[in-house]
């Protein structure tokens, strides 16, 4: 009788060590939906935040799930969940948000604040990219068919000809996220040869945006990545004319995962990868859709 004790006190203590927690950085909690926390276990969290605020991510091993979105369902792992919740602070087309534009929403963010783009286009005025190096969401309202972010010029036929280079976003942060966007019309003039034009991913995570109509008139893709993952996206109809030092015109990948996207419709010049580069060790590219990408050659024939 004795010994049985034992041995039930002791599986009782082992299962109960095992339970993984959640914890709670902002102003939020998060509501046990389904399931229990016990490790191996399928769980239903959702991330409430409070009264005027708003819910950043989740961290920690959550499967497949997003960690941008409120409510998810994983398999709870041994060891910790993070729920990070700050300020929203929301940018208009027409000026007239918490700040002018996404420049300055970035600039005056804290950590895990969620910067909301509202409908319409948002223009990136300046050359310089939009830099991302903090812990902070950059997301729309409604989704990236009606959420855009562009520069100021325009194309001349086929190319957007202009010095300096006008970039797009550049993100730099191991847990910052960029969500639901549509970036389109950057470009440089064939004096530089900048990697990237668009969006420019060295850590963090890029998913559901549309990068498109990137149109170098000398090198650049459309995506530059040397870290971090992009997914769910579509890199398409980008074109890099006469790119010898700079390739791809899609996707330059030099790290970190692309992964569940389509690349589509892109056109690069001189065998230099039209839909995907790939030229680094650490780099992986799953479960993409690669097709209808071109690469002209001297002559102008597609190879």
Not at 71 to 84: M, N
Not at 176 to 188: R, S, Y
């Amino acid at each position: 009788m004795e010994a049985s004790r034992i041995f039930l006190a002791c599986s009782l203590a082992a299962v109960s060590l095992a339970v993984s927690a959640v914890t709670v950085s902002g102003p939020g909690t998060y509501t046990l939906d389904a399931g229990t926390l016990a490790v191996g276990e399928t769980v239903t969290l959702t991330a409430v935040p409070d009264s005027g605020k708003a819910f950043f991510r989740w961290t920690g091993d959550i499967g497949n799930a997003d960690p941008a979105e409120a409510t998810i369902t994983f398999k709870v792992p041994d060891g910790s969940i993070g729920a990070l919740f700050g300020n929203e602070i929301v940018v208009k087309a027409d000026g007239t948000g918490d700040y002018p534009t996404l420049n300055a929403a970035v600039a005056a963010a804290s950590d895990y604040d969620t910067i909301v783009l509202e409908d319409g286009q948002h223009t990136n005025a300046t050359p310089a990219f939009v830099v991302i190096d903090k812990p902070v969401k950059v997301t729309s309202r409604n989704g990236r068919e009606t959420t855009f972010f562009r520069s100021i010029k325009e194309p001349s036929g086929n190319k957007i000809n202009v010095n300096p280079a006008y970039k797009g976003i550049q993100v730099n942060n191991s847990i910052a996220i960029v969500k639901d966007v549509t970036f389109f019309n950057f470009g440089c003039d064939g004096t530089q040869t900048p990697r990237g034009l668009a969006v420019y991913l060295q850590q963090g995570l890029v998913e559901y945006c549309t990068v498109s109509n990137t149109l170098p008139n000398h090198g650049a893709a459309a995506l530059h990545m040397t870290g971090g993952e992009t997914r769910h996206s579509l890199i398409a109809y980008n074109r890099s004319n006469n790119n010898q030092n700079a390739p791809g015109a899609g996707v330059y990948l030099e790290g970190g995962t692309i992964t569940n996207c389509v690349i589509r419709g892109n056109r690069a010049w001189k065998n230099h990868g039209g839909g995907i580069y790939v030229n680094g060790a650490t780099a992986r590219v799953t479960g993409c859709v690669i097709d209808g990408n071109v690469c002209d050659f001297d002559d102008n024939k597609s190879r």
